[in-house]
């Protein structure tokens, strides 16, 4: 019985593997043209500054974001991580090609800054994802997070 359960353990943990890798397979095959960044969260319905909305259409930035995006960890379900303080700003990421919306993320701007696509699991964000977002939305870091006072 024991067997059969190990068996049964490490036949999940393939098929598990084998559908994340599938997702991920499946972005690497798209080639984005523009992004719709859309800045969300209470602090930008009251201020509208900075604003609520930037498109990316330069190939350059889109590709570099992009790709920032496919090298991103999977942050583990069992982690225990402290975030520090969140002010309520996220992101909606819309990837296009030639006018067709292929995939969304979601990007919290504060706390852990999660990443999130569709399927809903969270990556960690990084330094080189932020700067990226610093250049494509030309707002500083703090605007950026949404630090109180920054706008």
Not at 35 to 45: A, D, F, P
Request: net charge negative.
């Amino acid at each position: 019985m024991k067997v059969k359960f190990i068996l049964l353990f490490i036949c999940f943990l393939v098929l598990g593997a084998c559908l994340n890798e599938d997702k991920i397979q499946k972005m690497e095959n798209y080639h984005p043209t523009k992004i719709v960044i859309e800045r969300k969260g209470k602090l930008q319905s009251i201020t509208h500054q900075p604003p609520a909305e930037y498109q990316v259409d330069t190939m350059e930035m889109v590709t570099s974001i992009y790709e920032s995006l496919l090298n991103l960890k999977v942050v583990p379900k069992d982690a225990i991580i402290h975030c520090p303080a969140d002010f309520g700003i996220s992101y909606d990421l819309a990837f296009y090609e030639d006018g067709n919306q292929l995939f969304t993320a979601n990007v919290e701007a504060g706390g852990c800054r999660y990443v999130q696509f569709q399927e809903k699991e969270a990556y960690q964000s990084t330094d080189s994802f932020w700067k990226l977002m610093k250049e494509a939305t030309g707002m500083t870091e703090s605007q950026l997070w949404g630090t109180p006072g920054s706008f």
